[in-house]
Nanobody, 120 residues
Framework: QVQLVESGGGLVQAGGSLRLSCAAS????????MGWYRQAPGKQRELVAT???????NYADSVKGRFTISRDNAKNTVYLQMNSLKPEDTAVYYC??????????????WGQGTQVTVSS
């Protein structure tokens, strides 16, 4: 069973920065693809950024150039550095682990979420 614990959310003014962390346990972290998703009130959960086990990254167009996803396999942790925050970035941010299983199967785990609020 994989456990994901997010931290680092909070209230920040527009233009400010936050760094989210997600500590993982219960799997071989270095083999997981990891991601950050967010869900604003009344909206569907959406992808923010992902990073593969090999370090390849992918970003939503809305955050490109402002957010950076990274991972530290020695600490079993994935980060999301968020700069130039905008009020529309306000959401609950969730950490996701895409874990490889045997026989080519994969499964997903989610953290509990951390609130990010950007004031104008």
């Amino acid at each position: 069973q994989v456990q994901l614990v997010e931290s680092g959310g909070g209230l920040v003014q527009a233009g400010g920065s936050l760094r989210l962390s997600c500590a993982a346990s219960g799997s071989i972290f270095s083999r997981n693809d990891m991601g950050w998703y967010r869900q604003a009130p009344g909206k569907q959960r959406e992808l923010v950024a992902t990073i593969t086990s090999g370090g390849s990254t992918n970003y939503a167009d809305s955050v490109k150039g402002r957010f950076t996803i990274s991972r530290d396999n020695a600490k079993n942790t994935v980060y999301l550095q968020m700069n130039s925050l905008k009020p529309e970035d306000t959401a609950v941010y969730y950490c996701n682990a895409d874990v490889p299983l045997r026989l080519g199967l994969r499964t997903n785990y989610w953290g509990q979420g951390t609130q990010v609020t950007v004031s104008s």
